[in-house]
């Protein structure tokens, strides 16, 4: 019996609502997700479109929200590698509400979807990701990064003694990455109006149906919140180009 391969997602949902009010003046005039990387003269947005591209997406929505206007007109002339489609909430709806809006209209309803914050700048293999989600029968994976932790940190023995300075470490702990892996199933169990962070997620987490993916080592995984962010980001790409 042959066993047919499992079908990585090829939809996605982009999340680029956000104000980015720690960004201004880049936001004066732009939503968030239209910030543009320092030196790539494409912004955030375009830069996921292409990598959601390159992992096999073929059709992506995009939710907007502050100067709704702003990037669906950037959308609407930019040549782009996959379809899209906009939606706008009309209303606040929250964070599980407003993922659970945009679903509804992905092309394919009952297939498996990404889903990423409108405000990272990341790379890592996707379709590796959706594997781990098959394996574990999740409902919902999400990914998981460790961030540099922004100040230096002082490492001491059991007697108090100083024994190094680390400039920005790796934090110890694991936090979520703003990008996810859904089943099909997963849009019904979002709420109407709503945060799913406080809903949807701890019940699956109880059930044992929520997963979390840690990001391969190496993978490069960036949240633009602050100038410092866009700064670091143009550091880092050309550290990536020498």
Request: glycine content about 10%.
């Amino acid at each position: 019996m042959t066993v047919a391969p499992y079908p990585y997602p090829t939809q996605a949902v982009v999340l680029a609502g956000g104000q980015g009010s720690r960004l201004r003046p880049f936001t004066d005039d732009r939503p968030k997700p239209m910030v543009e990387i320092p030196g790539t003269g494409t912004p955030i947005i375009g830069h996921q479109l292409t990598w959601l591209a390159s992992e096999g997406v073929t059709d992506a929505v995009v939710s907007c929200g502050h100067l709704a206007h702003v990037l669906q007109e950037w959308l609407a002339g930019a040549e782009l590698p996959l379809n899209v489609t906009t939606v706008v909430e009309t209303e606040p709806l929250g964070r599980g509400g407003g993922l659970k809006y945009a679903a509804a209209s992905l092309p394919r309803p009952d297939e498996p979807w990404y889903a990423t914050n409108g405000d990272i700048w990341t790379r890592f293999p996707l379709t590796e990701m959706a594997a781990f989600h098959l394996e574990r029968g999740a409902e919902a994976t999400l990914a998981l990064a460790r961030p540099r932790i922004p100040w230096g940190v002082v490492e001491t023995d059991e007697f108090g003694h100083v024994l190094d300075f680390i400039e920005a470490p790796p934090s110890p702990y694991l936090i979520n990455a703003g990008v996810y892996v859904f089943s099909a199933a997963f849009t019904a169990l979002l709420p109407d109006r709503g945060d799913h962070e406080r809903t949807t997620f701890p019940r699956l987490a109880r059930e044992r149906r929520l997963a979390g993916y840690p990001l391969p080592h190496g993978s490069y995984w960036r949240a633009i919140d602050t100038t410092k962010d866009l700064a670091e980001a143009a550091k880092e790409l050309g550290a990536t180009k020498s």
